[in-house]
């Protein structure tokens, strides 16, 4: 368990202080370099949370992961950084089905730097790329587009800006909700156990691998490869997919993504079954 490791895993260089400009460098570096993936539960192994077994994984092994492991690996490395670091669970807003998860469906962290808050999250797979201000609920505009986080009592709405309706209202669509009570990581275990085995769960369901890119995104999910490509204001998003052989995506995983699996991978894109309970 070596800091230096990760920041070097990750592309990070030079001094690193607890400061927000190295927030914002080891939280975008991150991204682009440690892959949203899933391959684990695919290839007939399980995903377990010991900070030890992820730094295996995610640094020496150079994988990636989902929620519960890059988020909780570089949780791990913000509090080694001397960032003030609180854990907290969100429910994701099921892009499929339009529902949200149970509670701890998602594994996010609050920064308190210099008397402000900042929202940190590595284990979206498409959500913002910098840490995003607590202390405001308007429009933070990123390269990739704008997000707000909108208060409704106690819980707070992490939304996307979507394009804008035919009247000229500006849409936003909530990607999850959370609130600011402190979690444990051994809080996430039930359902890090959940989404390898449930029907309504994207992880159990689709077979995914996705990094974030200077111009929009790169996935694999089952056997399509899909392109996104972003304008320069992060406004308009182009889409491009294409299907891929199982020796297609091997060669993808290795070149774009820096993976080599150690056991067979089976591709897997099959439909949601919507959770029976609306939280």
């Known amino acids: 368990m070596d800091a230096q490791k990760y920041l070097a895993r990750i592309g990070c260089v030079g001094r690193c202080p607890p400061t ?6 080891v939280h975008l570096n991150d991204l682009m370099t440690v892959p949203f993936e899933n391959l684990t539960i695919h290839t007939g192994e399980r995903v377990r949370l010991e900070l030890p077994l992820l730094y295996e994984k995610i640094v020496v092994r150079r994988r990636g992961g989902f929620c519960y492991e890059s988020n909780g690996l570089f949780s791990w490395l913000l509090s080694q950084m001397g960032f003030e670091v609180t854990v907290l669970s969100a429910q994701v807003r099921n892009r499929f089905t339009g529902a949200y998860g149970p509670p701890f469906d998602h594994f996010i962290m609050m920064v308190e730097l210099d008397g402000r808050k900042w929202l940190c999250d590595v284990g979206f797979g498409s959500g913002f790329q910098l840490p995003l201000s607590l202390e405001t609920d308007g429009a933070q505009a990123q390269s990739h587009g704008a997000y707000r986080l909108r208060s409704q009592g106690s819980l707070i709405f992490m939304e996307v800006k979507s394009e804008t309706d035919v009247s000229g209202e500006e849409c936003w669509t909530a990607q999850y909700k959370f609130t600011l009570e402190p979690r444990r990581r051994d809080d996430f275990r039930a359902m890090c156990d959940y989404h390898q085995s449930s029907a309504s769960s ?70 949601i079954v919507p959770p029976p309970v609306t939280y």
């Open 20 to 25: 927000l400009e190295t927030l914002r460098y």
């Open 202 to 271: 994207i992880f159990f369901c689709k077979s995914l691998c996705s990094l974030l890119l200077p111009s929009g995104r790169v996935t694999v999910m089952g056997r399509r490869l899909i392109t996104t490509c972003s304008s320069s204001d992060g406004q308009q998003t182009t889409k491009t997919t294409r299907d891929l052989s199982d020796e297609e995506i091997t060669e993808l995983l290795r070149e774009k993504f820096g993976i080599a699996l150690h056991s067979p991978l089976t591709p897997k894109d099959v439909e």
